[in-house]
T-cell receptor
Framework: DTGVSQNPRHKITKRGQNVTFRCDPI?????LYWYRQTLGQGPEFLTY????????KSRLLSDRFSAERPKGSFSTLEIQRTEQGDSAMYLC??????????????FGPGTRLTVL | AQKITQTQPGMFVQEKEAVTLDCTYD???????LFWYKQPSSGEMIFLIY??????QNATEGRYSLNFQKARKSANLVISASQLGDSAMYFC????????????FGKGTRLHILP
C-alpha cells in the first residue's frame, strides 16, 4: 500500500498524559499536513511541513502541541498534558506540488484520540 | 465570517438520480482553489475534484462535476447517476493564494443514497 499511513489508529488516554502520533506520507511527497477533526465538523488545519521545515502553524496549535519531521519523511505530532478537549480525529495528509490539480492533498485514515 | 459555507447538513437522494451539493465561499484573494472531498464512514478523506479560480472551464472527474460560478462565489458539486456507495460526508474546501497551502474546510453535507 503506497498511501498515507497513520499510527496508531485509535488512542485512549487519561487526562494529563502525553501522546504521540506518527504519520508516514506517500514516499515522493515533500509536503505534509496535520489537521484535527471534531465530531460534526470539517477538518481544521494545524500545521504543515515542506521537507523537514515547518512552514506554518495554526493558532489552534497550543504550546502543548508539537510536530516534527526530522528527516523530511515521516512526521510525529505530540500532545503534552492532554485535556478532554483534545479528543478528536487527527488527520495527516501529504502532497507534491504539480499543476492542474491544485496541489491535492492525500489523506491518511486518521488517529482517533479519546481523552478520559 | 465563514470562509466555506455548506448549507445542507443532510440530503436524501434516490439511487441513480443526480444530486447537487451546495457550497459558497468567501475570499478576497484573486488566486484560490476549490476542492471537494468525500469522507465515508471509515473516516478517510478522499479527493474528488479541484477547480482553480483562473480555470475557464468547469472541472469534471468521471461522475463528478463542479459547477463553478465565480461571480456568485459558488462551487457546487454535481454527482450524476448516484450510487449506494456515494453515501458519505462531503466537504467543500478552499486554498487561498498561490502559495498558501493549507486548506479550509466547510462543515460538510451528509449524503444518503436510497435504494
Amino acid at each position: 500500500d503506497t498511501g498515507v499511513s497513520q499510527n496508531p489508529r485509535h488512542k485512549i488516554t487519561k487526562r494529563g498524559q502525553n501522546v504521540t502520533f506518527r504519520c508516514d506520507p506517500i514516499s515522493e511527497h515533500n509536503r505534509l499536513y496535520w489537521y484535527r477533526q471534531t465530531l460534526g465538523q470539517g477538518p481544521e488545519f494545524l500545521t504543515y511541513f515542506q521537507n523537514e521545515a515547518q512552514l506554518e502553524k495554526s493558532r489552534l496549535l497550543s504550546d502543548r502541541f508539537s510536530a516534527e519531521r526530522p528527516k523530511g519523511s515521516f512526521s510525529t505530532l505530540e500532545i503534552q498534558r492532554t485535556e478532554q478537549g483534545d479528543s478528536a480525529m487527527y488527520l495527516c495528509a501529504s502532497s507534491f506540488p504539480r499543476t492542474g490539480r491544485g496541489n491535492e492533498q492525500f489523506f491518511g485514515p486518521g488517529t482517533r484520540l479519546t481523552v478520559l | 465570517a465563514q470562509k466555506i459555507t455548506q448549507t445542507q447538513p443532510g440530503m436524501f437522494v434516490q439511487e441513480k438520480e443526480a444530486v447537487t451539493l451546495d457550497c459558497t465561499y468567501d475570499t478576497s484573494d484573486p488566486s484560490y482553489g476549490l476542492f471537494w472531498y468525500k469522507q465515508p464512514s471509515s473516516g478517510e478523506m478522499i479527493f474528488l475534484i479541484y477547480q482553480g479560480s483562473y480555470d475557464q472551464q468547469n472541472a469534471t472527474e468521471g461522475r463528478y462535476s463542479l459547477n463553478f460560478q465565480k461571480a456568485r462565489k459558488s462551487a457546487n458539486l454535481v454527482i450524476s447517476a448516484s450510487q449506494l456507495g456515494d453515501s458519505a460526508m462531503y466537504f467543500c474546501a478552499m486554498r487561498e493564494g498561490p502559495g498558501d497551502d493549507k486548506i479550509i474546510f466547510g462543515k460538510g453535507t451528509r449524503l444518503h443514497i436510497l435504494p
